[in-house]
T-cell receptor
Framework: QQQVKQSPQSLIVQKGGISIINCAYE??????FPWYQQFPGKGPALLIA?????SEKKEGRFTISFNKSAKQFSLHIMDSQPGDSATYFC?????????????FGTGTRLQVTL | DAGVIQSPRHEVTEMGQEVTLRCKPI?????LFWYRQTMMRGLELLIY????????DSGMPEDRFSAKMPNASFSTLKIQPSEPRDSAVYFC??????????????FGAGSRLTVL
């Protein structure tokens, strides 16, 4: 069962443009929503995260928008740069009481062209 | 901090052979996770440990897969016997999360396994 659905699968954006990646979840027990960035040959690295009691979080050029009622959240990359070219994963965390379990989306491969 | 350390980085083996992947979590992190990444299925959680105890192994695909965490600084993922469909990148990740904090996973660089 795919609990976190991510789209699009791939995205090509021109330098300076806005990249938008969308995710939707089903389980209302999720309590934390991080985004990870992965470069080729590397492990995913935490980029930005949001709690469901906040509708938006901004860190530099990266913004998460969160819609709790719709169970959707999205990543916006403003002024996209070639160095942003990577695979982006949304995730949702469920607190099990003994550890936090992350469920990942399927990933979006972003290419920023000159 | 050296981060999460995985070895080997690359492993090529033949079908039927035993494969052992190793992970050293970040010191002080008490939860450790093993993920598998493939093009078809993305990032899949295989198993996770809390304080060296396996908590949830429901993601382990078959009995051919086993994982251990003998102490707080070392974990292994073993595949015996290996099959071509096990070819993937295996990631280890750790977190100091004790079940309610905002800390999220820190991943290692991964072990790329190719089974011929």
């Amino acid at each position: 069962q795919q609990q976190v659905k991510q789209s699009p699968q791939s995205l090509i954006v021109q330098k300076g443009g806005i990249s938008i990646i969308n995710c939707a979840y089903e389980n209302t027990a999720f309590d934390y929503f991080p985004w990870y960035q992965q470069f080729p040959g590397k492990g995913p690295a935490l980029l930005i995260a949001i709690r469901p009691d906040v509708s938006e979080k901004k860190e530099g050029r990266f913004t998460i928008s969160f819609n709790k009622s719709a169970k959707q959240f999205s990543l916006h990359i403003m002024d996209s740069q070639p160095g942003d070219s990577a695979t982006y994963f949304c995730a949702a965390r469920r607190n099990t009481g003994t550890a936090s379990k992350l469920t990942f989306g399927t990933g979006t491969r972003l290419q920023v062209t000159l | 901090d050296a981060g999460v350390i995985q070895s080997p980085r690359h492993e090529v083996t033949e079908m039927g052979q035993e494969v052992t992947l190793r992970c050293k979590p970040i010191s002080g992190h008490n939860s450790l996770f093993w993920y598998r990444q493939t093009m078809m299925r993305g990032l899949e959680l295989l198993i996770y440990f809390n304080n060296n105890v396996p908590i949830d192994d429901s993601g382990m695909p078959e009995d051919r897969f086993s994982a251990k965490m003998p102490n707080a600084s070392f974990s292994t993922l073993k595949i015996q016997p290996s099959e071509p469909r096990d070819s993937a990148v295996y990631f280890c990740a750790s977190t100091p999360d004790r079940g309610g904090g905002a800390n999220v996973l820190t991943f290692g660089a991964g072990s790329r396994l190719t089974v011929l």
